[in-house]
């Protein structure tokens, strides 16, 4: 990792000190319920990591509502309160979705009166044939694959808070956006968007996609580690394909090949597509977040970076 001049950087046992008032609120069924989300959740990371994080995002939270309600006591408006908006960005596979659903969850915990919803940026990915007939198959998750209007314009109106909001769906199953599928939110207080794209420059527009954001984190960790981590997930999908065949799926194709040349396409994938858009692309977004989580072997995150200005 290149040096981080503006950051303060923190061991997990440093960082684990930052809990608040939040360490000892973690009780056995908060666990069950978080290992829930089908990951292996340790309490370790829970108590150490997420909780003192939580503890920084209350601050933020309070600081944003009061600001917010400052503004709008200026303008002589009605206080009203602008959803709060957390961006997770980082590698493909380095796990900020499961990042995303635990803090989530802690979040709601904390909070057990405000909406808290979460979405992935895979949605505003042009659809693969659309992306066929542009002749960006390849190139998917790169900058440009991704329908970079819709995204602004989506995050916007969840800013602007005056209704419904729809946004487009991606399925890692059929590795496509779902056709004729949209999800929606309305008055969110708090929602955190991840994608790999989040923290990026914007292609042709005025604005970023973290101009809306009001706190930023990166998740980190070696490439070489990301691809094993890569290269499970897409085992895992193989497997499961194997155990409930659907026809329908991406995986399914694979099914009849020998498993180790299926290996070689994924790493094929992964050098060709997503390795070259960490590179490119990801990585040199980092210094743009407000945390960065440093994530060794196992996932276990080891050191914790936090912005100083
Ligand atoms: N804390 C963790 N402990 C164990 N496994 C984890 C952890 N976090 C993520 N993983 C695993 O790592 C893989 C990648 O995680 P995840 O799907 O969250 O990544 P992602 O960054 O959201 O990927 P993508 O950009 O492709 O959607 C998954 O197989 C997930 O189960
Ligand atoms: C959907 C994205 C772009 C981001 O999550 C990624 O998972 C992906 O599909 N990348 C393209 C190469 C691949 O199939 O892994």
Do not use: C
């Amino acid at each position: 990792m290149k040096r981080l001049i503006n950051y303060h950087k923190y061991g997990r046992q440093e960082w684990a000190q930052f809990h608040g008032e939040y360490r000892h609120n973690i009780a056995a069924a908060d666990l069950q319920q978080l290992k829930s989300v089908g990951d292996q959740i340790s309490l370790e990371d829970v108590q150490e990591i997420y909780a003192p994080l939580r503890h920084l995002l209350h601050l933020y939270l309070n600081n944003y509502q009061q600001l917010s309600n400052a503004k709008a006591r200026f303008l002589g408006q009605k206080p009203h309160q602008v959803p709060f908006i957390i961006g997770i960005s980082g590698s493909v596979a380095v796990g900020k979705s499961t990042t995303a659903r635990l803090l989530k969850m802690m979040l709601q915990r904390a909070y057990p009166q405000y909406k808290i919803e979460q979405i992935t940026t895979d949605g505003f990915l042009y659809p693969n044939a659309e992306l066929a007939a542009r002749h960006l198959t390849a190139d998917k998750g790169f900058p440009w694959s991704y329908d970079n209007e819709k995204l602004l314009r989506f995050l916007e109106d969840v800013k602007a808070d005056q209704g419904p909001v729809t946004y487009p769906v991606y399925s890692h199953q059929i590795n496509d956006v779902l056709p004729d599928q949209q999800e929606q939110i309305e008055h969110p207080d708090i929602l955190i968007m991840e994608g790999i794209n989040v923290l990026q420059l914007p292609q042709n527009q005025q604005i970023y996609v973290s101009d809306y954001f009001d706190f930023a984190i990166y998740v980190d960790a070696d490439p070489q580690l990301i691809e094993q981590w890569y290269l499970h997930r897409f085992q895992g999908f193989l497997a499961w394909q194997r155990a409930h065949p659907d026809p329908t799926n991406f995986y399914y194709q694979f099914l009849e090949q020998p498993e180790d040349q299926v290996l070689v396409f994924a790493h094929r994938v992964w050098q060709e597509t997503n390795y070259r858009n960490l590179l490119e692309y990801i990585a040199p977004t980092m210094q743009r977040a407000d945390l960065i989580l440093h994530k060794t072997t196992n996932h276990f995150i080891d050191k914790v970076y936090l912005r100083k200005y």
